[in-house]
């Protein structure tokens, strides 16, 4: 479960959420109604738990996974095989596929996600107004939340045990690449649910491919709270515009690393090269590096040579062709791209104010860095960029919920309200307000 | 601006937003998409202003209201004058009105936002991980909010000292029944805060009343970070279903308090006297009283006969009726309400599990209350239910944020996302994670 959650770009076209089969648009509406009220009925009941029923829970999902190996792997052959028939890559092949070593990692997973804190019941401050009532805050779930997501089947369980964990109850939408995995393993999920006394529907998969159950989802607000979509651009843009329940996005990451003047050039080169190469396919790899003017000489050789030599193309601005003649030149569509593989933007900046401005114009408000050993300069970077993750002197690749010490991540949210960020437990809550009074009255 | 924000019914109907006048759809967008780009540029130097100089302009403006007294009447008779040809009630005309007292009111208001400690760069948390790098989070404006509401004038300026000390740009929209008096009052904000030294653009009126202005507002997801509405139930249903920005809800109160078995009964009666008639218009006043079936001879007889002095409508259940023939049956239709005068549905009920059921069925998470001396059902009852707020012994209308301490709010959010209940300063803002590193990499 670690990192794999980061990645932005989906391997799979949307398209796969196109597919059409025999149920009348009635029966679906009907069906995911059903779902949405069931879900809403059990999230109740699950949301008054006490942790260790749902950690037995977990522990119990964990260990069915384990005996379950041949099952999951038969049913993930039929989608393999379906895979394979319309065309697939081997890539795509190899992320939906089941081996007993993924299985156990999932079931890894979940035995961790049952010993982290319970977030549920926190009181998170508490204070006594002056006529004497106290006021405060406590963590409670949000109720019902729906995942949407594409490919990878280890986030039917992932995103399950992450929910029952935070007492929400949840309805997963995989890709229909990947619906018998998905179907099997949450039915595993289900029947150890049930074993250790909760009910059922606490975690739901829709078990359609039509891509009307996914507008039907979308327009459960008197059941479903959150949306969380996983997948591609073209799949979240559809869920933004249909969706009548609020949405955390989890969208790309168009990072950038600024090397301020007076930066340390052996630091520097060893925070943009990982950034950039430790998984270049992930949401906080690094995009685009800036790099101070009076750093031209010192560090922006060292680290043009550097990616040569790594086989990174880089697209420069007309300064940095200046330093290396072999470098591509950058057009006005490439700095907002997000590569996700071995490509790098370069540009040299005047100052910090036009690194900062660049961020701001081109940048997805992902994870955007800064090397310096200039205090003020930090200072104001990490106070006027508008980023989900702001740092200094790291690599943006530090940017996840396992680094931070959430323990755990369904996500890196790109938006700004709720959760901004890493998504853990923790933001699988909501805080209501709490009010003790001894009879007291509004005057 | 003290509890006014409360009123969750609209005195003016939807259409107020359907009236047409001669721009064109293409013209509007372009207008709306310019203001949001200006809005976008403007966040951007508002979030880094520093908090003496946000709190200038907040001065500034204060003053300037003061000295624009006659400047505002007149803009406000215009609306006046429409109104009572147009045929508004006398109530909604009263709302509507501008007088010397509501604007001293409307600067006393911006004065308190000014001496209230300033959200903007505050830690909130700061640890260590294990190699030796810092996270954290780090309070940061939203960017840029919009604010879609209907009636009241004074909303304009309460809402624009929120968002500009909390380091938001804004756009407001208000009902087309107060364009004139919305549009003076913005222009004197704006003056001010262009004399503090702040652009301009910080806050924008709608300067049309053409329906199609919210539409296009509604899709400048590129440029607007966060909606809030204010208004009656169809404009907000209209704002969830069209909006590809993120919406905080501002909805509906039926809020209910539960008398349970061994309630002390002076408490009990004052508590629900006050819940009900202290502000009856109001989304925290109460609209259905639960009482345990120990409680019918000695709490309900005397409540029953007190709301009858206070010529309250009792709609109540069947037990109800036995108590006091004179109380109307209530039906399935009655329980959902929120009355928001002096109605009141009330229902006994056999334990708190049936209680926490009705609530849990037809309240609107709002306010709930449980009146009790057993400090197990306190204990659960805060735990189980599931509202903004929760209270043990108080009157719903404490949920408040001037009575919490908040200092200041911009409505009650009924969303479950980001904000519940009362929205602050505090709430306007995000938390960006911040990384302290000395080099630090990847692994």
Not at 133 to 150: D, L, N, T
Not at 226 to 233: D, E
Request: hydrophobic share 40%; glycine share 8%.
């Amino acid at each position: 479960m670690k990192d794999e959650g980061c990645y932005s770009s989906s391997l799979l076209p949307y398209s796969s959420f196109c597919q059409s089969d025999k149920e009348s648009s009635m029966d679906i509406q009907k069906l995911m109604h059903d779902m949405g009220e069931k879900a809403r009925k059990a999230s109740r009941l699950l949301s008054g738990a006490a942790p260790a029923q749902k950690n037995d829970a977990l522990d119990i999902v964990a260990r069915q996974l384990r005996g379950s190996v041949d099952r999951l792997m038969v049913e993930n052959q039929k989608d393999l095989a379906a895979g394979e028939k319309a065309g697939l890559t081997s890539a795509m092949l190899d992320r939906l596929k089941l081996t007993e070593n993924r299985i156990e990692e999932m079931a890894l997973a979940v035995n961790e996600v049952a010993a982290l804190p319970d977030p549920v019941g926190e009181v998170t401050g508490i204070w006594t107004r002056p006529s004497g009532f106290k006021v405060g805050r406590m963590r409670a779930p949000i109720g019902v939340i729906g995942i949407i997501y594409e490919s990878r089947p280890n986030v039917t369980i992932d995103a399950a045990a992450l929910c029952l964990k935070s007492g929400n109850a949840c309805i997963l939408r995989g890709g229909s690449e990947a619906i018998h995995s998905n179907n099997a393993l949450a039915r595993v999920f289900c029947d150890s649910v049930v074993e250790a006394g909760l009910p059922a529907e606490v975690v739901q998969a829709v078990p359609l491919t039509d891509r009307a159950a996914v507008h039907a989802l979308l327009k459960l607000d008197d059941y479903v709270d959150l949306i969380i979509p996983r997948g591609g651009k073209g799949l979240i843009r559809m869920i933004m515009e249909n969706s009548t329940i609020p949405v955390i996005k989890h969208l790309d990451g168009v990072c950038h690393t600024y090397v301020d003047s007076g930066a340390k050039v052996e630091m520097a080169l060893d925070i943009c090269v990982n950034a950039k190469l430790n998984r270049p396919g992930t949401c906080n790899a690094m995009e685009t590096m800036l790099v101070h003017q009076d750093m031209t000489g010192s560090f922006l050789q060292k680290a043009l040579e550097r990616f040569r030599e790594e086989e990174v193309e880089i697209r420069g601005c007309l300064k940095t062709k200046e330093a290396a003649p072999w470098v591509k030149e950058a057009t006005d569509e490439d700095w907002p791209m997000e590569y996700l593989d071995r490509i790098l933007n370069v540009k040299v900046v005047a100052d910090m104010d036009e690194a900062m401005g660049h961020i701001a114009r081109y940048g997805s408000a992902h994870t955007d860095v800064i090397v310096t050993m200039n205090h003020a300069n930090a200072q104001r970077f990490i106070r006027e960029v508008d980023s989900a993750a702001v740092m200094v002197n790291a690599s943006s690749r530090l940017h996840d919920g396992f680094v931070f010490g959430l323990g755990a991540e369904i996500g890196i949210s790109t938006d700004k309200l709720h959760a901004r960020g890493p998504m853990g437990l923790v933001e699988l809550t909501t805080e209501k307000w709490i009010v003790f009074g001894e009879g007291h009255l509004r005057e």
